[in-house]
């Protein structure tokens, strides 16, 4: 059998917004499974000296931090077997380096470790400084994804015209995981995948290049955009040995954190995945050979992602799902106290629960965007269909449950799905996992056999994305 005391194990790293988690995973006569997994928060949100409070920044170093503490804490023995580590970690963000300086290495408590030397804080997804009118002055891309805030091709036009000294202290850029892939594998020029350049956008996915010339035109240091590779591929080897894994050990070139999940759950291509968390996303698998439109529809509410084995994912990605829960039970919780009572809001969200299960249908209409959508930012929650008989906590719940549902599936309509081929969907998340009334409205409105208990875990998905081309 696999799996045992003298496998070898496959490491999967995962940088996100608010925590580093790694796994290791081991062959099994079962398949593929998670031997060991930590997972440490970075507390490594900072304040921006430049972009005031629009920017979005973390602290490398503290990121760093976490890694290092989190490999720690994984059997040494284990460690010790691993032939192949597969990196993940938050799309879009940027992180500047200088390449010769990029980090030392010291002798940690583990063996080898790294730390950040001259290395920039990491600009995030969610940084804000490029506003619709900066992003509007900036030359048209040749993508099929529309420029965005916190975009690190965007965050380098932003430098270029209200910072540039900041860009001449760097030679070199990527997001946060290609930044640790450089540093283990002492890469001389960054490199990438395609899946994180598509997210920086300026990336033309049909050809696997850069604007160059778009970019060359408007002055753009296009110095700095590293080297692309695809998916799956080595991006090189471990140039020390790292926490005890053995020196010359295979690095995968970097991932996008969504394709991870999505790989750590997808198993058919007629499978779709709905995954309801803080935010929602509905995705499928496009049909072979398909290639996305030249150019964006910045009023589309579907993106596609480039994938693996140039295939790309459809993704109805919301900015609504289990944050609307919670902003809902937060302001019963500020009723109530406003009526001089005190209730703990964990309570609230049981009884509303509760309430809601036993009133089985609901007229009531929620269209529940309170946080708007990308595509449609302007359009914010409404509710209609108000009647006296229907304004129960029990309704209103069910009524909100049911928007979020209707509100993915106005972004990828059931139609589409059952053309694409669909025949189950895949339920992830810690919304769904704890909300029965959730999981009620998935079912009334997807005419499809629903699968739950399908963990997403970006670091699996590194992990077994590396596994598979052993």
């Not at 005391?5 to 998670?34: F, H, M, N, W, Y």
């Not at 997808?266 to 050979?289: H, K, Y």
């Not at 809902?328 to 009572?341: C, I, K, P, Q, Y």
């Given at each position: 059998m696999e799996g045992g005391p003298d496998s070898v194990c496959v490491l999967g790293i995962d940088l996100g917004t608010t925590s580093v988690k790694a796994a290791l995973v081991v062959g099994t006569e079962r398949g593929q499974v998670v031997a060991e997994s930590c997972s440490r928060e970075t507390q490594a949100y900072t304040s921006s000296v430049e972009a005031g409070l629009q920017g979005m920044e973390q602290d490398s170093r503290r990121i760093i931090r976490a890694l290092n503490e989190c490999l720690a804490?994984?059997?040494?023995?284990?460690?010790?077997?691993?032939?192949?580590?597969?990196?993940?970690?938050?799309?879009?963000?940027?992180?500047?380096?200088?390449?010769?300086?990029?980090?030392?290495?010291?002798?940690?408590?583990?063996?080898?470790?790294?730390?950040?030397?001259?290395?920039?804080?990491?600009?995030?997804?969610?940084?804000?400084?490029?506003?619709?009118?900066?992003?509007?002055?900036?030359?048209?891309?040749?993508?099929?994804?529309?420029?965005?805030?916190?975009?690190?091709?965007?965050?380098?036009?932003?430098?270029?015209?209200?910072?540039p000294d900041f860009l001449k202290s760097y030679d070199a850029a990527g997001t946060i995981h290609d930044y640790v892939v450089a540093m283990l594998c002492d890469l001389k020029k960054p490199l990438m995948s395609v899946q994180n350049a598509a997210s920086w956008g300026y990336f033309n996915s049909r050809n696997k290049s850069w604007n160059t010339d778009i970019l060359r035109k408007s002055g753009f240091p296009v110095h700095l955009l590293p080297e692309v590779g695809d998916p799956g591929s080595i991006a090189g080897r471990t140039v020390c040995a790292w926490h005890g894994i053995p020196k010359g050990t295979k690095v995968g070139i970097a991932l996008g954190d969504f394709q991870c999940s999505v790989y750590s759950c997808?198993?058919?291509?007629?499978?779709?995945?709905?995954?309801?968390?803080?935010?929602?996303?509905?995705?499928?698998?496009?049909?072979?050979?398909?290639q996305p439109p030249v150019t964006p529809d910045p009023s589309s509410a579907v993106t596609y992602f480039p994938y693996f084995d140039g295939d790309y994912l459809a993704v109805a990605a919301s900015l609504n799902g289990g944050n609307v829960l919670a902003t809902f039970v937060n302001m019963v919780a500020r009723w109530t106290e406003e009526l001089g009572f005190q209730i703990q809001e964990s309570a609230i969200y049981t009884k509303i629960i509760k309430a809601a299960l036993d009133q089985n249908d609901s007229h009531l209409s929620v269209h529940p965007t309170i946080f708007g959508e990308r595509h449609i930012p302007e359009q914010l929650a409404s509710v209609t269909s108000i009647a006296a008989?229907?304004?129960?906590?029990?309704?209103?719940?069910?009524?909100?449950?049911?928007?979020?549902?209707?509100?993915?599936?106005?972004?990828?309509?059931?139609?589409?799905?059952?053309?694409?081929?669909?025949?189950?969907?895949?339920?992830?998340?810690?919304?769904?996992?704890?909300?029965?009334?959730?999981?009620?409205?998935?079912?009334?409105i997807f005419p499809f056999p629903v699968v739950y208990g399908k963990d997403v875990d970006a670091a699996v998905g590194a992990a077994m994305v590396m596994f598979q081309r052993k």
């Amino acid at each position: 059998m696999e799996g045992g005391p003298d496998s070898v194990c496959v490491l999967g790293i995962d940088l996100g917004t608010t925590s580093v988690k790694a796994a290791l995973v081991v062959g099994t006569e079962r398949g593929q499974v998670v031997a060991e997994s930590c997972s440490r928060e970075t507390q490594a949100y900072t304040s921006s000296v430049e972009a005031g409070l629009q920017g979005m920044e973390q602290d490398s170093r503290r990121i760093i931090r976490a890694l290092n503490e989190c490999l720690a804490a994984l059997p040494q023995q284990q460690l010790q077997r691993v032939s192949h580590i597969g990196i993940t970690g938050q799309m879009h963000g940027i992180v500047f380096w200088k390449r010769d300086q990029g980090c030392k290495w010291t002798e940690g408590g583990t063996g080898p470790i790294f730390e950040p030397e001259e290395v920039s804080h990491l600009v995030t997804w969610q940084d804000g400084r490029c506003s619709p009118a900066f992003l509007s002055s900036l030359p048209l891309p040749q993508s099929h994804i529309s420029l965005a805030t916190g975009f690190g091709c965007a965050t380098i036009y932003w430098y270029l015209k209200k910072s540039p000294d900041f860009l001449k202290s760097y030679d070199a850029a990527g997001t946060i995981h290609d930044y640790v892939v450089a540093m283990l594998c002492d890469l001389k020029k960054p490199l990438m995948s395609v899946q994180n350049a598509a997210s920086w956008g300026y990336f033309n996915s049909r050809n696997k290049s850069w604007n160059t010339d778009i970019l060359r035109k408007s002055g753009f240091p296009v110095h700095l955009l590293p080297e692309v590779g695809d998916p799956g591929s080595i991006a090189g080897r471990t140039v020390c040995a790292w926490h005890g894994i053995p020196k010359g050990t295979k690095v995968g070139i970097a991932l996008g954190d969504f394709q991870c999940s999505v790989y750590s759950c997808l198993t058919e291509r007629t499978d779709a995945v709905l995954n309801i968390s803080t935010s929602a996303q509905l995705t499928i698998s496009m049909p072979l050979g398909f290639q996305p439109p030249v150019t964006p529809d910045p009023s589309s509410a579907v993106t596609y992602f480039p994938y693996f084995d140039g295939d790309y994912l459809a993704v109805a990605a919301s900015l609504n799902g289990g944050n609307v829960l919670a902003t809902f039970v937060n302001m019963v919780a500020r009723w109530t106290e406003e009526l001089g009572f005190q209730i703990q809001e964990s309570a609230i969200y049981t009884k509303i629960i509760k309430a809601a299960l036993d009133q089985n249908d609901s007229h009531l209409s929620v269209h529940p965007t309170i946080f708007g959508e990308r595509h449609i930012p302007e359009q914010l929650a409404s509710v209609t269909s108000i009647a006296a008989s229907e304004l129960s906590l029990g309704h209103v719940t069910r009524a909100v449950c049911r928007g979020l549902i209707e509100n993915l599936c106005s972004m990828l309509p059931v139609q589409r799905l059952v053309e694409t081929g669909v025949q189950r969907v895949l339920g992830s998340g810690s919304a769904l996992a704890r909300n029965e009334v959730l999981r009620q409205e998935v079912e009334r409105i997807f005419p499809f056999p629903v699968v739950y208990g399908k963990d997403v875990d970006a670091a699996v998905g590194a992990a077994m994305v590396m596994f598979q081309r052993k």
